[in-house]
């Protein structure tokens, strides 16, 4: 079963320009929008729940600065969210940002990040660097729940 990606940045601007991205050129992936760290929170109590049988992320991107929770904060939740069914701990999870600091990284990876990356302004960057993670996170990159006994 092909695993969800979910996208969580509150510019609905830049919801609407990934969702072009996916619906042109990465089509095979399935992507999931949440306008907020909240947003992404409350799914993951649900679809956490022993009885939930839908579709399961793969991937987490997401963007650092929003307001809430913000992208550090939400990464926090994730790794300390208990599940039977999803392992938040080891999800892939790529932080997007505008702008950071050092100490901003630093504590991203401190977080759980997999990769903190500068969004690329151009939509051809973009859409290249989107390519390429989601060819490294869920076509490339083994991961421990993809291994068969």
């Known amino acids: 079963m092909r695993k969800e990606i979910y996208?969580?940045?509150?510019?609905?601007?830049?919801?609407?320009?990934?969702?072009?991205?996916f619906g042109y050129y990465l089509r095979k992936h399935t992507i999931r929008f949440f306008e907020s760290g909240e947003a992404?929170?409350?799914?993951?109590?649900?679809?956490?729940?022993?009885?939930?049988?839908?579709p399961i992320p793969g991937l987490?991107?997401?963007d650092l600065h929003m307001p809430g929770i913000d992208g550090k904060s939400l990464l926090r939740l994730i790794r300390q969210s208990p599940s039977a069914r999803i392992d938040w701990k080891t999800l892939p999870a790529v932080v997007f940002t505008s702008l950071a600091t050092k100490a901003q990284l630093d504590a991203c990876y401190k977080a759980g990040a997999n990769s903190v990356l500068i969004k690329q302004n151009k939509?051809?960057?973009?859409?290249?660097?989107?390519?390429?993670?989601?060819?490294?996170?869920?076509d490339e990159n083994k991961l421990h729940f993809d291994i068969k006994p």
């Open 60 to 62: 987490i991107l997401l």
């Open 40 to 54: 992404l929170y409350r799914h993951m109590v649900n679809i956490s729940d022993e009885g939930y049988h839908g």
């Open 7 to 21: 996208f969580v940045d509150d510019s609905e601007d830049q919801r609407s320009i990934v969702r072009s991205i």
């Open 123 to 138: 939509i051809e960057d973009f859409t290249s660097q989107l390519r390429l993670i989601c060819n490294y996170w869920l």
